[in-house]
C-alpha cells in the first residue's frame, strides 16, 4: 500500500504540487505555523524564501520518488533531516509561546499532525474541488493517505496523533477542521502577511512567473469550497486573479499534470547534479519574471480591463477627465 501510495504521487507530481502550494499559501494563517516561520528565517528576503521552499518541495518529491521502507535510503534520510530540523527550530522558537499560558510548546505534535493534514487529505481535497483533477478511486485515496501515514511515523508523530490512520478518519478530521478556515482568514497576524508577501516575491521571481502571477493565485484562494474572505492585502494588478484561476480549474488535466510533473523532476534533479547549472537557471527566470512584471502582466491587464469594463459615459469623455491604470 505504500509503494501504491508512492506511486499515485508520483504519477500526479504536477498536480500535487500546485495543491500543496495552495495548502502552504492558505496555511500561512496559522498563527502558530505563521510565527514559527517567521522566527526560522522564512522571510528574511525572496531568495531565502525560495531558497527553504524549494528544499521542502525537494524533499517531498524524493519521499514519492524513492524506496521509503529503505531505511538508509534517500528518501527516508530526507525525512529523518526534516525531522531534526524540526527539533532544531522547536528549541529555537521554544520562546514564542508560553508554558504558563499553556500555550505548549512550538513544532508540537498537534503543529505536525496540521501540517500532515495539509500534505495529505487537504491536498487531496483541493486536486478535487479546485483543480477539476480527474477522481480518485476509494483504493487511491487509503494508498495515498496511508503514505503520509508512513511519513508521519517517521517525522515523529505518534500513532494517536497521526491524521493518517484511515481515510475515514482522515477526511472526518479534515472536515472537522476546515470549518475554522473562514475564522482563521478572518484573524490574520502580520507574520501571515509577511509570509505571504515574501512567498509570492520569491516564487514571482525564481519560476519566472512574476509576482503578479502568484499574488493573482493567493487572491484566487479567497474564494473556496471552505471560505470566502477578501483578507489579502497585497492584490496584482486587475485581471491577472480571474486569469489565474480560470487556470486552475484546468490544472488537474493530465497535460497540465505531466508537463508540471516532468518540469519539477527535472529540476529537482538539476538542482542536486548541476547546481551551477541550477543558479544560471535561476538568474535566467529572475530576469524573465521582471519581464513578466513589468510588461506582460500590465499589458495583460490593460487588455482586460478594456474587454470587460462598461465604457465611459459620452459627457465624462471630455478634456478634464483623467483616465488612470493603476499598473
Excluded at 495529505?120 to 477522481?135: F, M
Excluded at 495515498?144 to 517525522?155: A, K, S, T, V
Amino acid at each position: 500500500m505504500l509503494k501504491e501510495g508512492q506511486r499515485l504521487f508520483s504519477a500526479n507530481l504536477g498536480s500535487v504540487f500546485i495543491g500543496l502550494n495552495a495548502a502552504l499559501m492558505q496555511g500561512f494563517s496559522i498563527a502558530r505555523f505563521a510565527d514559527v516561520l517567521v522566527d526560522s528565517g522564512y522571510t528574511t528576503s525572496p531568495k531565502s524564501s525560495w531558497d527553504r521552499y524549494s528544499k521542502t518541495a525537494w524533499a517531498i518529491s524524493d519521499w514519492y520518488r524513492f524506496d521509503l521502507r529503505d531505511p538508509k535510503g534517500q528518501a527516508r534520510q530526507s525525512v529523518y533531516r526534516v525531522r531534526c530540523m524540526h527539533t532544531c527550530a522547536r528549541h529555537k522558537s521554544s520562546r514564542l509561546f508560553d508554558s504558563a499560558k499553556q500555550e505548549g510548546m512550538a513544532v508540537s505534535q498537534y503543529d505536525l499532525a496540521e501540517v500532515q493534514m495539509g500534505f495529505s487529505s487537504i491536498c487531496l481535497a483541493l486536486l478535487k474541488d479546485e483543480l477539476n483533477a480527474p477522481e480518485l478511486s476509494t483504493a487511491d485515496k487509503e494508498a495515498m493517505i496511508h503514505c503520509w501515514r508512513f511519513i508521519g511515523h517517521h517525522l515523529g508523530i505518534k500513532e494517536q496523533f497521526n491524521t493518517c490512520r484511515s481515510l475515514k478518519e482522515a477526511t472526518a478530521m479534515m472536515e472537522e477542521y476546515m470549518v475554522w478556515t473562514p475564522r482563521r482568514l478572518e484573524t490574520c497576524r502580520d507574520t501571515t502577511y509577511d509570509l505571504q508577501r515574501l512567498c509570492c516575491e520569491g516564487f514571482g521571481v525564481f519560476t519566472g512567473a512574476g509576482k503578479n502571477a502568484f499574488q493573482g493565485f493567493l487572491t484566487a484562494l479567497q474564494k473556496s469550497s471552505w471560505a470566502d474572505v477578501n483578507y489579502v492585502k497585497e492584490k496584482p494588478l486587475e485581471g491577472v486573479t480571474e486569469t489565474v484561476r480560470w487556470g486552475l480549474k484546468r490544472s488537474g488535466s493530465s497535460t497540465v499534470n505531466e508537463g508540471m510533473s516532468a518540469a519539477i523532476i527535472h529540476i529537482r534533479e538539476t538542482a542536486q547534479k548541476d547546481p551551477v547549472h541550477y543558479s544560471r537557471m535561476l538568474r535566467i527566470n529572475s530576469a524573465v519574471s521582471q519581464f513578466m512584471d513589468h510588461v506582460f502582466w500590465p499589458t495583460w491587464s490593460y487588455g482586460y480591463v478594456a474587454l470587460t469594463h462598461e465604457p465611459l459615459a459620452p459627457e465624462l469623455c471630455n478634456a478634464d477627465y483623467a483616465w488612470q491604470f493603476e499598473f
